[in-house]
């Protein structure tokens, strides 16, 4: 059976699906056609129905809800690993609201987050992920939002931390934080989900028992290229709410879409 597979090029990702889509799991007759895009336009596409499996934002899920679920396995959720706030001079939290600030993508939990944090941002502007610091240092925006392997080096850019939003998100649910799932189009058989859900799992065992085996693949597609980079990105995103979300990852989850406006007892 043949299914569109759509993830991002980060490590996490490529580390958590490459026993998947490189034959080192028995896939059981199922054959993966793999598209890898930033979040941004992986959230957009998910939008547009296209991919049958697919890494996406969990703020953008109330949006699909109805289309696709998430898996257990895959999600990108954890305690210290959020987003965070950035700029190039001194802001104050009560300034935040009136600056130019760049954000990985409007259905981003990250942007969710800023908003969370801080309420409506009177200007905001979507940029690629790896561009953000860029735009900041460049001037052309005040502030932004840092996601991925750029959370690990902006300090060295001469960037300052303004806010780590994830920790805002801690502080006052007392959650961990939901930032990436993988969904399943709910069309398919149950049985079809069933072992979607368990070939992940298996594939992200696989690649913790054998860390080595997806270096290739990772560093291929990773954006930051030093090793120490990219292993700390792994461990801080790829953990054991990856490997099944749990009940206190669905408690994060639903605190997230009741924070969204979103309630529903049939995500998962």
């Known amino acids: 059976m043949d299914l569109k597979l759509s993830i991002s090029t980060c490590p996490n990702d490529t580390f958590m699906f490459d026993a998947l889509v490189h034959g080192r799991i028995d896939t059981s007759g199922y054959r993966f056609q793999l598209c890898m895009e930033d979040i941004q336009q992986l959230n957009r596409h ?98 932004g939002v840092l996601i991925h392997e750029e959370r690990f080096s902006y300090a060295q850019k001469g960037l300052s931390l303004v806010s780590d939003l994830g920790e805002v998100w801690e502080r006052k649910t007392g959650l961990p934080i939901p930032l990436g799932a993988i969904v399943v189009r709910r069309e398919l058989e149950e049985r079809v989900q069933r072992d979607i859900d368990s070939l992940l799992r298996e594939s992200i065992i696989f690649a913790m028992n054998n860390p080595s085996a997806s270096y290739d693949f990772v560093k291929r597609y990773a954006r930051e290229l030093s090793d120490t980079v990219i292993r700390r990105h792994i461990e801080m995103f790829v953990n054991n709410f990856s490997v099944d979300i749990g009940e206190e990852g669905r408690k994060a989850v639903r605190t997230l879409f009741r924070e969204n406006g979103f309630e529903s007892d049939n995500c998962f």
């Open 46 to 143: 998910i939008l547009d129905g296209e991919p049958d499996v697919s890494k996406i934002s969990y703020a953008v899920y109330p949006r699909i809800a109805d289309r696709y679920r998430i898996l257990s396995a895959g999600s990108a959720l954890g305690r210290g690993n959020g987003p965070l706030l950035v700029s190039r001079h001194k802001i104050y939290p009560d300034e935040v609201s009136d600056v130019r600030i760049a954000v990985p993508g409007i259905y981003t939990t990250a942007n969710f987050l800023l908003n969370f944090a801080f309420g409506e941002v009177k200007e905001r502007r979507e940029y690629l992920f790896s561009d953000i610091a860029e735009a900041v240092l460049s001037g052309e925006m005040d502030a």
